[in-house]
């Protein structure tokens, strides 16, 4: 998962991150950088799950179709 940097980090390769990089961790090593308070949290996150958020655009309707659908019940009849 990709975190910001709140502080300079080697990591295990030896490669030194600056504060702000964006880099791609496991979860083992983001709690520990998590835990030294070295992963900056989004403003308003009280959570350290990293989540995705899709969204789907709403469904356009057609008005000329509003009604029942094909599974509706027969309209009631009058029976004589």
């Not at 991150?17 to 030294?36: H, N, P």
């Not at 655009?57 to 009849?77: L, Q």
């Amino acid at each position: 998962m990709h975190v910001r940097l709140s502080a300079s980090w080697t990591d295990p390769r030896g490669t030194v991150w600056a504060v702000g990089d964006t880099v791609d961790v496991d979860a083992v090593t983001l709690a520990e950088l998590e835990e030294k308070g070295m992963v900056e949290q989004p403003a308003g996150s009280g959570s350290t799950e990293t989540t995705t958020t899709t969204t789907t655009p709403p469904k356009k309707t057609d008005p000329s179709k509003i009604g029942p659908g094909p599974s509706a019940p027969p309209a009631d009849t009058e029976s004589d």
